[in-house]
């Protein structure tokens, strides 16, 4: 179980750079992929640990609320064994209390258990949607690393060079194998960024907004590829120019009237 969660931590927190420098220093896109189908599995495992939270919380809600229906009653005979005078050194009173002071133990018991689920469930919502940007970030930088481990390859036969991804960074953008070295790291740090807003998220609502606007972005930039204005923008009409042989009207001139 440690070395299972030990993993899960290696693969949300670990620097994304290490799953490109782990494929350079093997020459093997191989060990690529299997970090992406590794990433995969982990998110199916955080969504069902999150769903069990999700139901073990709503168990206790309905848990709650009968001890809390309980403890209404309880304090209603209590205050009706009062009313009636009984003595509060009797059984029956004795009794009647310290099954109030066990449910109300109870109560207090079953709300530390749902606060305590609660925050799981929201720690392992914040899980799953770091875990899913990382696995986005690395399968959409498949092609360019597909690329980066030819380009290096035909690189290392001519030059000796670092197969880490600063090292390839490091040769210079006059290069080819630089170029596509910046293109991975630049986008690794905008996911990075990204990560860093979802994991200081403060609640689940803060969460559901940051992914609303990271899907509202991407839709942004797609519109913005193919030319498209932005939704709600209207397109500004064409410019009309004048026909070449309208000319401007003259206002007419003034006359007096002729004194009768």
């Not at 204005?229 to 397109?235: I, K, L, R, S």
């Amino acid at each position: 179980m440690t070395s299972i969660l030990e993993r899960l931590d290696d693969l949300i927190r670990g620097s994304l750079h290490r799953f490109v420098d782990r494929a350079l220093e093997n020459n093997s896109l191989a060990l690529f992929d299997q970090d992406v189908r590794d990433m995969e599995r982990a998110i199916g495992h955080v969504q069902e640990a999150a769903t069990d939270m999700y139901a073990a919380a709503r168990a206790n809600e309905r848990r709650l609320a009968r001890h809390q229906d309980d403890v209404e009653q309880l304090e209603r005979r209590v205050e009706r064994l009062a009313s009636e005078g009984a003595d509060p050194m009797s059984e029956r009173v004795m009794v009647a209390e310290a099954e109030l002071d066990a449910k109300r133990g109870l109560v207090a018991e079953t709300q530390a258990q749902i606060e305590r689920q609660q925050g799981q469930y929201e720690t392992l919502k914040k899980q799953t949607a770091e875990l899913e940007l990382r696995s986005e970030v690395l399968e959409d930088s498949r092609p360019r690393m597909e690329s980066l481990l030819v380009l290096a390859r035909a690189y290392r036969s001519v030059e000796r060079v670092e197969m880490t991804l600063q090292g390839l960074r490091g040769l210079g953008g006059d290069t080819e194998v630089a170029m596509v070295a910046d293109s991975i790291y630049e986008r690794f740090d905008e996911a990075q960024a990204r990560q860093d807003m979802i994991s200081q998220a403060k609640d689940l609502e803060m969460l559901a907004e940051l992914e609303q606007a990271e899907v509202d972005d991407q839709l942004a930039q797609r519109r913005q590829r193919l030319g498209m204005e932005p939704e709600g923008v209207a397109p500004e009409p064409p410019a009309v120019a004048p026909a070449p042989d309208d000319e401007p009207t003259m206002p007419e001139p003034f006359e007096p009237p002729s004194p009768e």
